[in-house]
């Protein structure tokens, strides 16, 4: 369900309470730049380096809560992916104009639909105001001013030194004085992004005829658990507007909108619920699932966690049996035939697992992920003649999953097992591409390109690898 990567983070979006030095402002300011490559599939550089969490049925919910919210800001069009990363904490953040972040932590922590779609709303704000470009500028000027003022500092102390008085202590005020001014500067800048994107969530909010109720309840929230810290903390250094302030002027904002009292779909608040069990029998401990979704809780949620729980830890006699219960209440979902598949595919049984992945596959009018998954089954089976199958399968999903390595390693393998040695090499390649090993990339498109027709597809796509160049190293922020 997830890859577990070093994630790389610019403003994120959090309750008040954390101050940003300025030093981290810098190197944040350049930490989602990444390299230009030219090969088509590959993998997202904006990802690299994240615990991603992919599932299609949370991200088509997740979908289903963003679209009509991109589409009031004017940015349908722009192919904004929500993606979501398997972090315990509550946060969510854009860094690139083509995502909106959101921790596994936030999903499982807000209790209706609504307030996650305020969340996607606020980020929507800071898209649609640019303000990743605006801060860019911000901090390009704040660390020029940061240079000429540590320059002006470290002149000072030489000056005192030669004059062999105090001009260490003089120098290094000179040096700290403006630095602090720069960054509460900066640091007030940011608060204001922050107070737009409030407005402007409550904006797209009235325009979808939603309400901004749950943005609030969220916010207030986070004001109650942040209240005892932030009674310590000065104002002035924090990246978000203090709490109590900026719930008070949110709320204000929002009281006055005429969806104020819109309550979530019936339909719409099991589908949250189910993503909340779903996230905690995958990322919880067999008994924290227990205690939250108890035996005597018949519910179609608690039943769903349940059953992920007991296939994830070693139980998949009762795990099936738990999934069989599921099949039968709900037989057309298959969100629940892709669970079975999983538990059987990772409990050593691929052959068993074919079967319901197919129906998992055709109830989801073929969703890229769960083919992946079926041919994943199929080349486990270690049978030659399912491999075209499996093949035709992963091509497909390509298509619409460009930045899947997983899917290449797959493809691979298919094409290994009918002896296609070239396109094997070429799927590895586009695999480790994917995963950002260029230099493996580049060797094993480089033997591709020796058993593949010069000039076709393949042998093109193959020279696109060889001649990508690695990215320059360069510092991040710890």
Same mark, same amino acid.
């Given at each position: ?8 983070? @610019?403003? %994120? ?5 954390? *101050?940003?030095?300025? &030093?981290?402002? +810098? ?14 599939? =590959? ?9 991603? !969490?992919?599932?299609?049925? !949370? ?10 919210? &991109? ?18 904490? +509550? ?8 995502? !909106?972040? !959101? ?79 720069? $960054? ?11 107070? $737009?994107?409030? #407005? ?39 990246? #978000? ?6 719930? %008070? ?22 589908? #949250? ?28 949620? *608690? ?40 538990? &059987? &595919? ?28 079926? %041919? $994943? ?9 399912? =491999? ?18 997983? =899917? ?67 510092? @991040?922020?710890?």
């Amino acid at each position: 369900m997830s890859e577990d990567r070093t994630p790389i983070r @610019t403003k %994120a979006w959090a309750p008040a309470g954390r *101050a940003l030095a300025l &030093l981290t402002a +810098f190197a944040v300011a350049t930490a989602g730049i990444a390299p230009t490559v030219s090969p088509a599939h =590959a993998q997202d550089a904006a990802l690299r380096g994240m615990p991603v !969490i992919r599932d299609t049925e !949370i991200e088509q919910l997740l979908r289903d809560y963003a679209q009509p919210i &991109l589409r009031a800001a004017g940015l349908a069009k722009q192919n904004v992916r929500v993606v979501v990363l398997g972090e315990r904490s +509550f946060n969510a953040f854009v860094m690139d104009g083509r995502h !909106i972040f !959101i921790n596994a932590g936030a999903l499982f922590d807000a209790k209706t639909p609504n307030e996650i779609i305020g969340v996607f709303a606020h980020e929507t704000g800071h898209l649609a105001g640019g303000h990743l470009m605006k801060l860019r500028e911000q901090l390009a000027t704040a660390q020029t001013a940061s240079i000429i003022a540590m320059l002006a500092g470290v002149g000072a102390m030489v000056a005192g030194a030669r004059a062999g008085g105090g001009g260490g202590d003089v120098g290094m005020a000179a040096i700290m004085a403006p630095q602090s001014a720069i $960054q509460r500067t900066l640091l007030a800048y940011v608060r204001t992004q922050e107070d $737009q994107a409030d #407005h402007a969530g409550v904006k797209f909010l009235n325009a979808t005829g939603q309400s901004p109720k749950g943005m609030v309840d969220l916010f207030t929230r986070l004001t109650n658990e942040a209240l005892f810290n932030s009674r310590y903390i000065d104002p002035y250094l924090q990246t #978000h507007p203090m709490p109590a302030e900026r719930v %008070a002027t949110l709320a204000a904002l929002a009281k006055t909108s005429p969806n104020w009292d819109h309550k979530d779909s019936p339909e719409l608040q099991l589908r #949250h619920d189910m993503m909340r069990a779903k996230l905690s029998g995958f990322m919880d401990r067999p008994d924290t699932v227990a205690r939250r979704y108890t035996l005597g809780d018949h519910s179609l949620p *608690a039943r769903y966690a349940r059953a992920i729980s007991a296939y994830r830890h070693s139980d998949l006699r009762r795990a099936l049996v738990l999934i069989d219960e599921l099949i039968q209440a709900q037989p057309n979902n298959p969100y629940f035939y892709e669970l079975k598949g999983q538990a &059987l &595919l990772e409990g050593g049984h691929p052959a068993e697992a074919v079967a319901p992945l197919r129906r998992a596959a055709q109830l989801s009018q073929r969703a890229p992920l769960i083919e992946i998954m079926l %041919a $994943q089954a199929l080349n486990a089976t270690n049978n030659k003649a399912v =491999a075209e199958e499996a093949a035709a399968l992963l091509r497909s999903a390509i298509l619409r999953e460009p930045d899947a390595p997983e =899917a290449y390693s797959q493809l691979a393998m298919a094409y290994g097992r009918k002896g296609d040695l070239a396109n094997a090499d070429l799927a590895s390649a586009q695999a480790a591409f994917s995963r950002g090993d260029i230099v493996t990339a580049r060797q094993l498109a480089a033997r591709a390109k020796t058993r593949l027709p010069v000039g076709s597809p393949a042998w093109v796509r193959a020279d696109d690898i060889v001649n990508v160049k690695p990215p320059k190293a360069r510092n @991040t922020p710890n």
